[in-house]
């Protein structure tokens, strides 16, 4: 029956890293730069539906030099600062005043801060059947002040198209960061855009530093029930499983279909484009980056949506909102339009955002990350205490009578029916119930994937240091010793995962299950030595308080066997004197 017990238990964890593991797979990278193309475009809204490489042509060529020369027409709030382009009227950045660029700097991070070889910009237009490139258009500030830009150009058929930049606000009047944007087509141009759709750039993102995979590296599209998810990985090839599910390496991916909005995010940022109508389809590729004041090269994402225009009282037109910022539940969920989703919580996201929403709290409350991951823990930990609480009893209790199970399976090891009934039989003297040794585990797994879901990504701890940690977002590297990060907290997490197997009860005397025990703290050190510090901090925390609670059950136990067996002893007799 126990190793019914520890087969579950394992399985159970095994089942947890699997899910959590499953994230992480790593994205092989492409060999170089020169081969991640930009985002494609639709040749023919009508061939939409399997995009091939060889026929769809580059959505961006190189030619952006006249666009970066001219100076640029400013949007700005107290959240975000946009640049954008008199020549073909799109976004050249976006700064986001609230985060910084890097840690200690007083830059803010950049969204799409590109050299002149990027053409790849948020909000570039081209007519989804590639008849008419808008990129170049020269635009005359029609309205300018603090929160709209409106321009206007002529189109070279004759006709105008007129471009609306308003910074959005919040429900109760506070700046946020979503862009509102409309485009519209008048004059002559109006007749013959009735029909049209336009091709339009969500931009691209770089990982970050705490991304060393780009896992959280994604063009997501939502179609009103499901959110997808395009990782770097899907555009290598791939040899499947035993042949299945065998792919080629793929420029670009791309779909038709109902798309309520598109987005391209990494580990902390997102730049969701939600059109006023939804969009008939979507691309995605890799790109190859350059930052304006790096050399560097980074393999990051982009895309486009295809979006119809829609007619109105002005002309032919699209209206679209455009968030840029960071990936805050809070913020994504007031958006309305299941926005939120970029967040990526999981299969248990209901708890990643209960758990998201207490941790914010508890920072408002105490203004440290780190000390409020450390509350946080304790809190679940309370939370999980009377489940936890029956585990240890059962796991003591089942430790006491293995002799007594041993012997009857020696007696009776050619009977399995009478093993189990004498075991039942035991379990029913001493009061034991088998299943309050693995049912508590199965219930802490959703809080520890959804807790791991949430720290992994949560905006909020960018940059937020902690003892020696610089940075509760990647790994608490203090030196390299060669080439390999010495990071303390998973050895010190290591340590507590041993002392605490070391405490507990074993429920099995076989040599080669009670080995499986005791190297779990190892196995547990390889997955975690490279993940962000926030979580190793969570699980070295979530380590110590089991330890404490192991000690004070113990303690409980040992006195109230103490008792039991004063009670039970022969009475004294008392001397009348």
């Known amino acids: 029956m126990e190793k019914k017990h520890l087969f579950l238990g394992l399985t159970a964890i095994a089942l947890a890293f699997w899910m959590i593991i499953g994230e992480n797979r790593r994205v092989i990278s492409l060999t170089s730069a020169a081969e991640v193309a930009p985002p494609p475009n639709f040749a023919q809204v009508g061939e939409v539906p399997k995009i091939k490489a060889s026929v769809v042509p580059d959505a961006f060529p190189v030619s952006a030099g006249k666009r970066l020369d001219c100076p640029g027409l400013v949007l700005e709030n107290s959240y975000i600062r946009g640049e954008i382009s008199p020549v073909g009227g799109g976004i050249r950045y976006i700064a986001l005043k609230k985060y910084p660029a890097a840690l200690h700097s007083e830059k803010p991070w950049i969204f799409d801060d590109y050299d002149d070889t990027q053409d790849a910009l948020s909000l570039w237009l081209i007519s989804a059947d590639g008849s008419l490139d808008l990129r170049d258009i020269c635009y005359d500030v029609v309205q300018s002040n603090e929160d709209l830009l409106l321009l206007r150009g002529s189109l070279p058929g004759g006709g105008t198209i007129e471009r609306e930049y308003r910074l959005a606000k919040m429900e109760n009047g506070d700046d946020s960061y979503c862009i509102q944007h409309c485009v519209r087509f008048g004059g002559k141009a109006n007749a013959s855009y009735k029909k049209q759709s336009l091709n339009i750039s969500l931009g691209s993102l770089p990982p970050t530093e705490g991304d060393i995979h780009s896992e959280y590296l994604n063009f997501v599209h939502y179609d009103g029930k499901k959110a997808r998810f395009i990782s770097l990985r899907k555009f290598n090839e791939s040899r499947g499983f035993f042949g299945f599910g065998r ?29 006023g109508q939804p969009a008939m389809a979507f691309c995605a590729a890799p790109m190859a980056l350059r930052g304006a004041n790096s050399s560097a090269v980074e393999t990051g994402i982009g895309g486009t949506l295809v979006i119809p225009l829609s007619e109105s009282e002005s002309g032919a037109a699209v209206n679209m909102d455009y968030y840029v910022g960071p990936k805050e539940y809070t913020r994504l969920d007031r958006l309305g339009r299941r926005q939120d989703l970029v967040m990526q919580f999981g299969w248990f996201g209901f708890i990643s955002k209960l758990l998201l929403l207490s941790m914010k709290s508890i920072h408002w409350l105490l203004p440290n990350w780190g000390l409020t991951i450390i509350l946080l823990t304790l809190l679940v930990k309370l939370i999980l205490w009377p489940l936890t609480n029956a585990q240890i009893r059962s796991t003591r209790e089942m430790s006491k009578i293995q002799p007594q199970l041993e012997s009857i399976r020696a007696k009776y090891k050619n009977n399995p029916q009478r093993v189990q009934q004498e075991t039942l039989q035991i379990f029913r003297e001493h009061q034991i119930n088998p299943a309050a040794g693995c049912l508590p585990v199965f219930f802490q797994i959703p809080i520890i994937i959804g807790l791991y879901f949430m720290l992994r990504t949560a905006s909020e701890l960018r940059f937020a240091s902690f003892l020696w940690i610089r940075d509760l977002s990647v790994m608490d590297t203090v030196g390299h010793f060669g080439r390999f990060p010495i990071n303390p907290m998973p050895v010190l997490m290591s340590i507590a995962a041993f002392f605490q197997m070391r405490m507990t009860p074993m429920t099995t005397q076989n040599a080669m299950q009670k080995r499986i025990f005791q190297f779990m703290p190892f196995i547990f050190f390889f997955f975690c030595y490279r993940l962000p510090s926030g979580l190793v901090l969570y699980w070295t925390v979530q380590n110590l308080l089991s330890i404490s609670q ?10 109230a066997t103490k008792r039991k067996t004063l ?6 007799s008392r001397t009348v004197h």
């Open 567 to 572: 009670a039970s002893g022969p009475k004294r």
């Open 247 to 275: 792919r080629p390496c793929q420029e670009n991916i791309g779909e038709s279909g109902h798309i309520v909005w598109g987005a391209v995010k990494n580990q902390f940022f997102a730049a969701i484009l939600t059109p």
């Open 550 to 559: 192991q000690c004070i059950i113990n303690r409980g136990m040992g006195a």
